[in-house]
């Protein structure tokens, strides 16, 4: 349990909105779709039609430029809330905080059961007047021969507060998250100020959008704009979307482990979204997980973005700008040569939602390291600016 200093009259009031706040957290875990995005089936275009030849000459012009201004600052959280940049904070939670309760009740079906372990959980323990509070994405993944393992990932969205959540586990792999605290803010407002840092903590290790453990396996969620979701329902223990991302950062070491741990769980879309998961390991495999009439589908793939990339029906069915983007990334990859983190950095830059203006930003991306188990995050667009958090030290 939290630790706490006592708790007043205003528990009750506190408790009371548990339910609302952290359902309001959980709105943002799937992110990463597009405002105005249409559902459609299209071949994948050979040409980013929004960045265009024009935005790869003036990334190439600005090149040495974001070289020379380009700053990586070593941090490491510690158990208080840390803000690193406006609408980006970081903290680390150390021990189980719930989790392998969650995991032998069997999980959750839904965004609801969620809150309800959580508020069950926590309500005892919330200081007075607190509460426990509470919406297109990119990857990719690319080998060098002296770098090892790249991952990165941009998260698409509208303004927002992030959160990165560094997890120190007795059992299982340490690892660092990414949580999407917009809608918890919303629903929090003034009492925002009264939660303490470490019930948000723990509410955000149940809800995180993507992360890389200690093992080195990276893990991603990205949303695809269609009317189906995912509510398997067989007898197996259940999972939601983010849920399922806290898992397989806790218990799988490598791709084949990751899909296993999903295999063995009935998946359920948080907020009826529907997702794809792109995961990949520090052997340099990648795969990504759709769900297609509610049965798992894997495909094996370097790239990700908003449509899926299973054969069928379904394939192809996503939005526009997603395809652009793949194609852009996908570009890059043919066009061979030497990996580094920078040119990592600069790719995950060109298909920033600055070179398609749509309401949304990028508004945080990682750069992981798989090989070497560490993390630079870069926040809102600023790619002069990045954070490293190191897993393998």
Same mark, same amino acid.
């Given at each position: 349990?939290?630790?706490?200093?006592?708790?007043?009259?205003?528990?009750?009031?506190?408790?009371?909105?548990?339910?609302?706040?952290?359902?309001?957290?959980? *709105?943002?875990?799937?992110?990463?779709?597009?405002?105005?995005?249409?559902?459609?089936?299209?071949?994948?275009?050979?040409?980013?039609?929004?960045?265009?030849?024009?935005?790869?000459?003036?990334?190439?012009?600005?090149?040495?430029?974001?070289?020379?201004?380009?700053?990586?600052?070593?941090?490491?959280?510690?158990?208080?809330?840390?803000?690193?940049?406006?609408?980006? %904070?970081?903290?680390?939670?150390?021990?189980?905080?719930?989790? %392998?309760?969650?995991?032998?009740?069997?999980?959750?079906?839904?965004?609801?059961?969620?809150?309800?372990?959580?508020?069950?959980?926590?309500?005892? %323990?919330?200081?007075?007047?607190?509460?426990?509070?509470?919406?297109?994405?990119?990857?990719?993944?690319?080998?060098?021969?002296?770098?090892?393992?790249?991952?990165?990932?941009?998260?698409? $969205?509208?303004?927002?507060?992030?959160?990165?959540?560094?997890?120190?586990?007795?059992?299982?792999?340490?690892?660092?998250?990414?949580?999407?605290?917009?809608?918890?803010?919303?629903?929090?407002?003034?009492?925002?100020?009264?939660?303490?840092?470490?019930?948000?903590?723990?509410?955000?290790?149940?809800?995180? *959008?993507?992360?890389?453990?200690?093992?080195?396996?990276?893990?991603?969620?990205?949303?695809?704009?269609?009317?189906?979701?995912?509510?398997?329902?067989?007898?197996?223990?259940?999972?939601?979307?983010?849920?399922?991302?806290?898992?397989?950062?806790?218990?799988?070491?490598?791709?084949?482990?990751?899909?296993?741990?999903?295999?063995?769980?009935?998946?359920?879309?948080?907020?009826?979204?529907?997702?794809?998961?792109?995961?990949?390991?520090?052997?340099?495999?990648?795969?990504?997980?759709?769900?297609?009439?509610?049965?798992?589908?894997?495909?094996?793939?370097?790239?990700?973005?908003?449509?899926?990339?299973?054969?069928?029906?379904?394939?192809?069915?996503?939005? %526009?700008?997603?395809?652009?983007?793949?194609?852009?990334?996908?570009?890059?990859?043919?066009?061979?040569?030497?990996?580094?983190?920078?040119?990592?950095?600069?790719?995950?830059?060109?298909?920033?939602?600055?070179?398609?203006?749509?309401?949304?930003?990028?508004?945080?991306?990682?750069?992981?390291?798989?090989?070497?188990?560490?993390?630079?995050?870069?926040?809102?667009?600023?790619?002069?600016?990045? $954070?490293?958090?190191?897993?393998?030290?």
């Amino acid at each position: 349990m939290i630790a706490h200093k006592g708790i007043g009259s205003g528990a009750r009031v506190g408790a009371a909105l548990i339910a609302a706040a952290a359902f309001a957290l959980l *709105l943002a875990l799937s992110g990463c779709g597009g405002q105005t995005a249409s559902t459609e089936q299209a071949e994948l275009p050979h040409k980013n039609e929004k960045g265009g030849a024009d935005h790869v000459v003036q990334q190439e012009e600005g090149d040495a430029n974001r070289a020379a201004q380009h700053d990586v600052t070593d941090v490491t959280p510690g158990h208080s809330m840390e803000e690193l940049a406006p609408g980006l %904070s970081m903290t680390k939670v150390s021990g189980d905080r719930g989790l %392998s309760e969650f995991v032998a009740q069997g999980g959750a079906s839904s965004d609801a059961e969620v809150v309800s372990f959580l508020e069950e959980r926590m309500a005892a %323990s919330l200081p007075s007047d607190s509460l426990f509070a509470g919406a297109g994405c990119s990857t990719l993944l690319v080998k060098d021969a002296e770098a090892g393992v790249l991952f990165g990932r941009n998260f698409d $969205w509208h303004g927002c507060d992030a959160l990165i959540v560094e997890h120190d586990v007795a059992e299982g792999y340490d690892s660092v998250s990414t949580v999407n605290l917009d809608f918890l803010k919303s629903a929090a407002g003034s009492a925002l100020g009264n939660m303490p840092d470490e019930v948000v903590a723990q509410a955000a290790l149940f809800a995180p *959008l993507d992360g890389m453990n200690e093992a080195g396996l990276a893990v991603a969620t990205l949303m695809i704009e269609d009317s189906d979701t995912i509510d398997q329902a067989t007898d197996k223990p259940d999972l939601t979307t983010t849920t399922a991302v806290r898992l397989l950062l806790d218990a799988a070491a490598n791709v084949e482990e990751a899909l296993d741990v999903l295999a063995a769980h009935d998946l359920h879309g948080s907020m009826g979204l529907m997702v794809h998961f792109a995961i990949a390991d520090a052997e340099g495999n990648g795969a990504v997980v759709e769900y297609v009439d509610n049965e798992m589908q894997v495909v094996e793939s370097d790239v990700a973005t908003n449509f899926y990339l299973s054969d069928g029906p379904k394939k192809g069915i996503g939005t %526009s700008q997603s395809h652009d983007r793949f194609a852009a990334l996908r570009d890059q990859l043919d066009s061979g040569g030497a990996w580094d983190e920078q040119r990592l950095r600069d790719a995950m830059e060109s298909v920033s939602k600055k070179n398609y203006p749509d309401g949304e930003t990028t508004e945080w991306t990682m750069a992981c390291n798989l090989t070497a188990k560490d993390v630079v995050y870069y926040h809102r667009e600023d790619y002069g600016q990045g $954070w490293r958090i190191r897993l393998g030290s």
